[in-house]
C-alpha cells in the first residue's frame, strides 16, 4: 500500500498561516492526485483542495475566509497544503489521501490515506 505520511499541524491565531506536508513513499509523485480533506467535530469529511498527476489543482471549498493552495515537489515527493488567512471555522483534522491521476471527493475511491494532523485556529 502506498504510504503517506502527514506534519505541520497545530495551533494558529486568526489570520495566521500553516503549512501541511504529505511526504509520499511506494509510489511516483507524478502518476497520482493527491487531495486533502478535513473533517471538523461533528460533521462530515470535507474536500478542501486537490492536485492531479499533470500538476494541475482543483478547489473544492469554492467559499471560506482561507486561503488554501495545494502543490508539489517532486524531488522530495512531497505534497503540500498551504493554508492562509485561517480563522476558527478552519479548525479540523486535516488529511492528505492519493488515487491514481485523478480527483474526487468521494473518499472510497483514493488508495492511501496520511494519518491525519489537527489544525486548531484560534479567535
Known amino acids: 500500500q502506498l504510504q503517506l505520511v502527514q506534519s505541520g499541524g497545530g495551533l494558529v491565531q486568526s489570520g495566521g498561516s500553516l503549512r501541511l506536508s504529505c511526504a509520499g513513499s511506494g509510489f511516483t509523485l507524478d502518476t497520482y492526485a493527491v487531495a486533502w480533506f478535513r473533517q471538523a467535530p461533528g460533521k462530515d469529511r470535507q474536500g478542501v483542495s486537490c492536485?492531479?498527476?499533470?500538476?494541475?489543482?482543483?478547489d473544492y471549498l469554492h467559499t471560506g475566509q482561507g486561503q488554501f493552495t495545494v502543490s508539489r515537489d517532486i524531488a522530495k515527493n512531497t505534497w503540500y497544503l498551504q493554508m492562509d488567512s485561517l480563522e476558527p471555522e478552519d479548525t479540523a483534522v486535516y488529511y492528505c489521501?492519493?488515487?491514481?491521476?485523478?480527483?474526487?471527493?468521494?473518499?472510497?475511491?483514493?488508495?492511501?490515506w496520511g494519518q491525519g494532523t489537527q489544525v486548531t485556529v484560534s479567535s
Open positions: 489521501a492519493a488515487r491514481p491521476n485523478f480527483c474526487t471527493t468521494r473518499s472510497p475511491n483514493y488508495n492511501s
Open positions: 492536485i492531479r498527476s499533470d500538476g494541475s489543482t482543483i
